[in-house]
Structure formats: C-alpha cells, structure tokens
C-alpha cells in the first residue's frame, strides 16, 4: 500500500480505451514523473488522480482512501495546469486565497498561509496585481503558489514549464526541485520533456500509446530501458541502436557488426546471459556517452572496446563535440570532449564502453541483456 | 506634394489627396443631414402650435415655441377611449421590459455556462434547437401563445408579455452567451472545482466579473427589441397595452382633428428609452460583439 495507489486503472471515452490498465504506487514524498509522447494519456492519468475525469476502471486511493468518484475539491490534492489558470478578475492574493475562501478557512488563517507562501516564493511584493500584470515566469509562481497554500497531499503538475522560455524554463525546474526538497509533498508530474523528467523526479514512469512502458528510478530507466521504446525516447541524442549478431569467440559472446566499409568487427558482450543467443541477430543499445575518444573513456570501465572507423560528420557543440559514424549501416552518434582530434573523412580509434551497452530482442523489442 | 505628406503621417492604408478628402466628407456630411431628417421634423414640429404645422411649411422653424404637445402627449391626448395620455403605456413598458430583459439576459448566461462549460450527453442538440428559436417568426406563436397564457391565468396582462419576451428572446441571449464562454478557458473551471467552488459559485465568481461585454450587448439587444415590440404588445397586452400599440391608438384615431404635434411628441417620447440605451452602452454594444465572434 503506498500513499496515493493507482491500480488496474482504465479509461475509456466511448469503445475507445485511451488508458490501458495503469498500475502505480507512489509512496509519501516521492516525486513521480509521468512522461510520454503527445498523446499518451499522461494528463488523462493525472486529471483522473484529481477528479477532473471520471474512472472506467480499477481504483485510485490516497492516504488508503479510494477516491473513486469523489469530487476534486475533496481529494485533498491541488493542481497546477499549463495555462496556470489564474482568475483573471482576481488579484494574485485572491488567486491564492481562493481555495482556502471556498473551504471555509477563516480570514486571519487564510492571510497567514498567504503570507508564508508567498515569502517562500518571493512574490510578495505582487499581491495586489492582477494575472494580467505578470510575466510568464511570475504567473508561474502564483500558479504554484495558489496549490501551496492548500497544504495539499498530493500536488498534481501538468506540463507546468511547457509555457515558459528555455532559460527560464531551466530556473523553474530548479525552483520546483529545491520546493520538493524543502517541503517533501508527494508530486506527481507530468511532462513529455525527458530531461525534466530525469532531472526532477525520484521516480519516472515512461508511458506510450496508454500503457506504462517502465516504471522506476531516473537510472534505472536510463541505464537498464525496458525496451526498445523507452531506450530510444529517454536521453538526448537518443540511445544509438544497431543491429548485430551475437557470435561466440574464447567462450564468450561477441556483438559482430560491420563498420563503414563493410568490414566486420566484434564487440565482447559483457552480458552473459546472451549465451543461448549464438548466432541470432540483436539490437546494440549505446549511448553516445559510452563512445568516446580513448583519453575521454571512463577509467572506472573494464570493458572499454577499442573500435576503427571513419568519421562521417563532427558537431562541436561547446562543451562536447558530437561524431557521427556508421555502424551495421547506421548512424552513431559519439560524445567526445570539446578538444578530442578527430575530423571527418579519417578514420579514429573510437572507445566503447561495452558495460553500458544493452541488447533487445529485435522480434519483440523487449530487453534482452544485461 | 500635399498627398505625398499625407501619406507618409495618416496611418490610413489609403492615401487620398486634399480635394478627395473634402469631397468624402461632403458627402458623409449630406448621408448625416439626410438621416437626421426624420429626427429634425419630429422634434421641431412637436414644439409647434398644431395651426402652424397645417397652414404653413413642416421644414420650418416654430414661430410660437410651445411644450403643450408634449404634455399632452404625456399625460391628457385621448388613448383609444379615455384621455390618459401615454404616461400609464410607458409605465406598463418599463414594468415588463426590465424584468424581462432581466431575466432573459440572467437565463442566457447560464445556458451559455452550461452548453460550454457543464457539457452534457445532446447538448448540441439543445443548443441547436434554441438557435432555431431565433429564427421562429412572430406570427407563427401567437395562436399557441395565446392557449399558453390563457392556462396560465396571465392572459392580457404584465407578467404576461414578461413571459412572452423572455421565452422568446432566451434563443438570441443563449447564442450570445453561449459563443463568449466557448473562449474561456476550461481550465479555469477546473480550477474552481478543485478550489472547491460549485456550480453557482464558479458562476457567480468566475465567469460573471468578465461577462460585462456580452452582457452589454445581451442587454442592448433585448431591450430594443421587446420596447419596440408591437404585435405581442397589442395581442397579449389586455389591458396592460405597451407604449407601442398606444401611439399606435394616439396617431391611429379616427374621431376629431389630427393633432400632429402631439403624435410627433408622442412618437418621441416612445423611442426616448432606445435611444437613451443605445447612447449610453452604444460602443460596448460594437465592442461585445467583436469580442464574442472573433474569439468565439
Ligand atoms: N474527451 C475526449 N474524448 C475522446 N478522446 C479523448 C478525449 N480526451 C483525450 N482523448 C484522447 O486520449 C488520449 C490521451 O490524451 P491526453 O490528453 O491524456 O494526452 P497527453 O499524454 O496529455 O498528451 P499531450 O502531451 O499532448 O498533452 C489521446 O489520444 C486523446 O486523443
Ligand atoms: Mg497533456
């Protein structure tokens, strides 16, 4: 039993199931990110975690309580939306007060709470301004604070950035992190943003097309991805994936996959149960991090695979430079030091760290190794 | 020269020449006088004695100013069979146009709410079906209007015509209503709910502090048309006729001379209330309703 329970949770708007069967628990104080492509159903979850959409089936319950049809304003959670939502017709301490003033908080109670929020946020200096008045970044706040105030159990988030620049974008997420870690509310959070969701969660769960694809910690989905799905959605660039056979040399399995000009080259498998793989064909999970110039290899790695090959493209990117190569016929992206000396049209000695490789099954695109 | 300087500071997309520029308001200008006409006659013959209106020229001036016509007017011309002036007409107008503009804007915007914001299994449907309303002609009601009032025992009286205006002006202040929150944002109603505000109170909190354009408009729109309103006036009003159908009886008469200056006074004072409304709220009205259909 965890603090707000998602069991066997459906949706359906009309023959149309959108949500598949959704289990998750989130225990007190976690900071579970749902994350997704457009589409997938992440604000139709947190919309029915606050009542705002109905349940076809299964159960949500928080604090052991299930929630089933009861009405949002009685959940105990309070939600933050895209557009921020402010009243226009309210100044921004009325905004915040307003929960509060509909659940029969008394005046002075009511002025306290404002007042210490809106101190934590720093935005006391614009209570009496109206929606209208503000910037982007300082709705923001108030759109944060008007859920703070609450003192909610829950605190729902739904794309809360999306509308912000990029360098703001990147303050706010440090502000929500620093607030989490101060207040320690339970957060769920939706995005389709995956660095917002590795940077600020302590839990992701990756969704596609209405079925949890992976649920677990930041490093776990990013170092172990379920399947070929989450592998490829998570991390930017994306996980390089390249088609290889497994063939078996000395004893132990080798990736045998071919290089710009079609010559073979073997990768030792540090995954030992590809075994029963000999001779079958894979998918090469890297990621451009574990390929890198010799020096910029990581130290701690005992699997460090040195591979030949040309350099297709090179693309300095101020503190990495990003390399292009072809593998099995496709483009691999290398993240190399700012001042690693390759060029393009020579050939390089890349380094692979085969620890972090992982393999798929290419049938089902489940994960196959380690 | 002249037209390249106007050019360059007129923020018009034209640039017209000076001998343009004061043909164009020539001609505006004579449209205007034109127009003002009817107004002018009514006014300055409603101040004259009735012999100088028939003995000499309606364009003229009044040589002997006089308010009596508007007087009697008011308060003593000869109303089908008694001399009451029109003075208890306009008061049975105003009894019914405010509660009925009233009313009719109040149930608009919580239709409008609720086709947008409360929607429902049909809702289209119903929606559709009120617009139709709009397009119902007077007439084709009276017969069943009549059955309706008669079983209700509001026959030929005030609350009567209130029923009448309202049921039939519901369809023109849905529609309005209905357009100006479909751009409202919906998240703010979801807001609310979390904040713990029902189905009134969002209304009341939310929704209403920014209806004034559309309610401005809703207004404008539904008085003018229930105090210009004839044929419900004469066919239910009873006893309780509005001041339409009175200065219809008061110019209509048959019996004595033809006062004119007395109709012209009296045609005057019937259309004050418009004309009071549309001065007053008249650029909201255009405001409103470019907020309701551009957004919407
Ligand atoms: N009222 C509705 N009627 C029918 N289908 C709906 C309705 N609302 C949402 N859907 C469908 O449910 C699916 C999930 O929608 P949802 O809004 O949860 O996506 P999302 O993951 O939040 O996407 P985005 O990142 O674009 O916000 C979509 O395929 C959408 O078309
Ligand atoms: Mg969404």
């Known amino acids: 039993m965890g603090f707000l329970d998602i069991s066997n949770v459906t949706k359906s708007y009309g023959s149309v199931e959108v949500l598949h069967r959704v289990d998750i628990s989130v225990e007190e104080g976690e900071f579970l990110v749902l994350v997704g492509p457009s589409g997938c159903g992440k604000s139709t979850l947190l919309n029915m975690i606050a009542g705002l959409e109905g349940i076809t089936g299964g159960e949500i319950s928080i604090k052991g309580r299930v929630v089933n049809g009861v009405h949002p304003s009685k959940r105990n959670i309070a939600m933050v939306f895209q557009s921020y939502a402010l009243y226009p017709n309210m100044t921004v301490g009325q905004n915040m007060t307003f929960g509060l003033e509909m659940h029969g908080v008394p005046k002075p109670e009511r002025d306290k709470a404002l007042a210490e929020v809106a101190k934590l946020l720093q935005i006391d200096h614009l209570l009496d301004r109206k929606p209208g008045q503000l910037s982007g970044g300082q709705r923001q706040r108030v759109a944060m604070g008007r859920a703070l105030v609450r003192d909610p159990d829950v605190f729902l988030f739904d794309e809360p950035l999306s509308n912000l620049d990029a360098k703001l974008r990147v303050d706010m997420r440090t502000e929500i992190k620093k607030l989490h870690q101060k207040l320690r509310t339970t957060i769920v959070y939706v995005t389709h943003d995956q660095i917002e969701a590795m940077t600020l969660s302590t839990r992701i769960a990756v969704m596609n097309k209405g079925h949890v694809q992976q649920l677990g910690k930041p490093k776990e989905i990013y170092d172990s991805p379920a399947n070929l799905f989450v592998a490829t959605f998570m991390g930017s660039p994306a996980m390089n994936i390249v088609p290889a056979k497994v063939v078996m040399e000395g004893g132990r399995p080798q990736a045998q996959v071919t290089d710009a000009e079609g010559r073979p080259i073997l990768l030792a498998l540090e995954q030992g149960n590809l075994a029963g793989w000999e001779g079958r064909d894979i998918l090469l999970g890297i990621r451009p991090e574990a390929i890198t110039d010799p020096e910029g290899a990581d130290r701690n790695s005992h699997a460090i695979r040195s591979l030949s090959n040309l350099v297709t493209v090179t693309e300095p990117a101020g503190a990495d430079t990003f390399v292009t190569m072809s593998l099995s016929g496709r483009d691999v992206i290398a993240r190399m030091r700012a001042d690693a000396a390759v060029h393009p049209g020579q050939r390089f000695d890349f380094a692979v760290n085969m620890e972090k490789a992982v393999a798929f099954d290419p049938a089902t695109e489940e994960r196959i190794a380690p | ?296």
């Open chain 2, 1 to 296: 020269m002249a037209s390249s300087v106007s050019g360059a500071t007129q923020d018009s997309a034209v640039s017209t020449g000076n001998v343009t520029r004061v043909f164009i308001y020539l001609v505006l200008i004579l449209f205007a006088l034109f127009y003002l006409l009817p107004l002018y006659v009514m006014a300055v013959n409603s101040v004259k004695p009735l012999a100088e209106i028939t003995g000499g020229n309606m364009m003229a001036l009044p040589r002997d100013w006089t308010l009596e016509p508007w007087g009697a007017a008011w308060s003593t011309a000869q109303i089908g069979v008694s001399p009451t002036g029109l003075k208890p007409y306009f008061l049975n107008s105003i009894l019914m146009v405010v509660p009925a503009v009233a009313i009719s804007t109040v149930v608009g915007a919580l239709n409008g709410y609720i086709l947008t914001k409360w929607r429902f299994r049909g809702d289209t449907w119903v929606f559709g079906l009120m617009l139709f309303s709009c397009f119902i002609p007077f007439q084709i009601v009276l017969i069943p209007m009549a059955r309706v009032l008669g079983l209700l025992g509001l026959a030929g009286s005030v609350p009567g015509l209130i029923l009448v205006h309202v049921v039939y002006g519901i369809g023109f202040t849905t529609l309005y209503f209905r357009n100006y929150y479909a751009a409202f944002p919906t998240e703010l109603i979801r807001a609310a709910q979390i904040d713990g505000a029902g189905f009134f109170r969002i209304f009341w909190r939310i929704l209403l502090p920014v209806s004034g354009p559309i309610a401005v408009v809703s207004v404008i729109w539904q008085f003018t048309n229930i105090w210009n309103d004839f044929l419900f006036g004469v066919s239910f009003g009873g006893t309780s006729q509005p001041v339409t159908a009175a200065l219809n009886n008061l110019v209509q008469s048959s019996t004595g001379v033809k006062e004119y200056n007395v109709h012209f006074a009296g045609a005057i004072l019937a259309a004050l209330p418009t004309l009071f409304v549309y001065i007053v709220a008249g650029r909201y009205f255009v405001r409103g309703l470019m907020a309701g259909s551009v957004k919407g």
